[in-house]
T-cell receptor
């Protein structure tokens, strides 16, 4: 049972345009969400997080949106850069617990 | 300092060997984690230590044995592994989730394990 899903395995975007990565979850107990970026053979790098008391969080070129009623979150990258090409994982957790559940990942390719 | 350091970066071992993976963090985090990641799959939780006590064991086979000697160090002892255990092993740390509403996971670069 995949509680966190990223339905797009891959995404290609032109440099300078917006990249939108999506993530859906099924467990209504999740109240803290994170996005990670991963290069091959490296550990995931934390990008941005959001708690369920918010519906938006921004950090530079990265913005995460949370729609609790739809159990959906998205990561927007504007403008996209070739160095953003990587696999992006969303993760979900319930406050007070140590379980972070990761989605299956979306491979983003930013074309120069 | 937001670094989690893992050694070795690469490890090749036979099925009868005993080896260990090591992880260190100096962020004052009280929770440390082992994750396993296979190619094109998400990281899967194996173990969590909170305040140096084993908090979560996700039904991991006993050929993997975790150890937390102190709040900064986490080891994973490996014995009699199978070829299907070949994967990237990731260590991570976070603030104490019991008292912190938030808490990003900070990952190390991983140890790439190959079992022959």
């Amino acid at each position: 049972d995949q509680q966190v899903k990223q339905n797009s395995p891959s995404l290609s975007v032109q440099e300078g345009r917006i990249s939108i990565l999506n993530c859906d979850y099924t467990n209504s107990m999740f109240d803290y969400f994170l996005w990670y970026k991963k290069y091959p053979a490296e550990g995931p790098t934390f990008l941005i997080s959001i708690s369920s008391i918010k519906d938006k969080n921004e950090d530079g070129r990265f913005t995460v949106f949370l729609n609790k009623s739809a159990k959906h979150l998205s990561l927007h990258i504007v403008p996209s850069q070739p160095g953003d090409s990587a696999v992006y994982f969303c993760a979900a957790s319930t406050s007070g617990t140590y379980k972070y559940i990761f989605g299956t990942g979306t491979r983003l390719k930013v074309l120069a | 300092d937001t670094e989690v350091t893992q050694t070795p970066k690469h490890l090749v071992m036979g099925m009868t060997n005993k080896k260990s993976l090591k992880c260190e963090q100096h962020m004052g985090h009280r929770a440390m984690y082992w994750y396993k990641q296979k190619a094109k799959k998400p990281p899967e939780l194996m173990f969590v230590y909170s305040y140096e006590k084993l908090s979560i064991n996700e039904s991991v086979p006993s050929r993997f044995s975790p150890e937390c000697p102190n709040s900064s160090l986490l080891n994973l002892h490996l014995h009699a592994l199978q070829p299907e255990d070949s994967a990237l092993y990731l260590c991570a740390s976070s603030q104490d989730r019991a008292t912190s509403y938030t808490g990003e996971l900070f990952f190390g670069e991983g140890s790439r394990l190959t079992v022959l």
